[in-house]
């Protein structure tokens, strides 16, 4: 923490999954916030770190949607005011992750609309209610952030049920990977975010990328951009 805040990192987000549960993520924001760095919680909703392909519903969590909807809130609900009590407030917090397929599969899966939309309302609607509303925002985090196509598809797709409402979230955020693609290049990115910033009137972030330092035998070209 001291060589990030020594380095002028503004910050980081914190994963809380699994064994990385809120206990072991109130020490994390302690350290962060004592090194003057600000913090995030980025909820995975899973035992597991969460991905795309990978979106697995929490070891005895129900998958009756009306069940997983309210367990879902409650679990946020705790999460915000445990930190809340413990005077750490994050500066964002994240509905999921990667969730351009869905979210605590099945029940929340992308062929399920509805359901999906259900349990991105109950996250950001128990953090709003929650004692950090005033301090934190939420963040939505989609990968493939270098395809225009997708972001849209999957923004129109859960907000076309009624529910969430575009005001639940604050921030549109990305993942960018080169190489995950012919089309992963700095242009379209820029495209992207400027197309989301538009369509939604959201500030947009990305915040998962990488820089490879060997690439030897790449399965794309390195980006002409």
Known sequence: MKIASCLGWPGGKRRVDGDHGIDYNLKLARRATDAGLLFGLNLHYS???TIPGLQEIPTGWPEDIDA???RLYEYTSEVCETFAAAVLYPEIMTIGNEIVGGMLWPTGKYDQPENL???LHA???AIRASSLGNHTKILTHLAYGYDSGVQHWFYDMVLGTGLPA???WDV????FYLFWGEGATFNNLESTLKSLATQYNKEVQVVETCWPT???NPE???PAD
């Open 166 to 168: 575009v005001d639940d």
């Open 214 to 216: 060997v690439c030897s």
């Open 68 to 70: 997983l909807e309210a």
């Open 172 to 175: 549109v955020a990305v993942s």
């Open 47 to 49: 035992d597991t770190w």
């Open 117 to 119: 939309a259900r349990l």
């Open 220 to 222: 794309y070209p390195f």
């Open 123 to 125: 996250g950001a609607t």
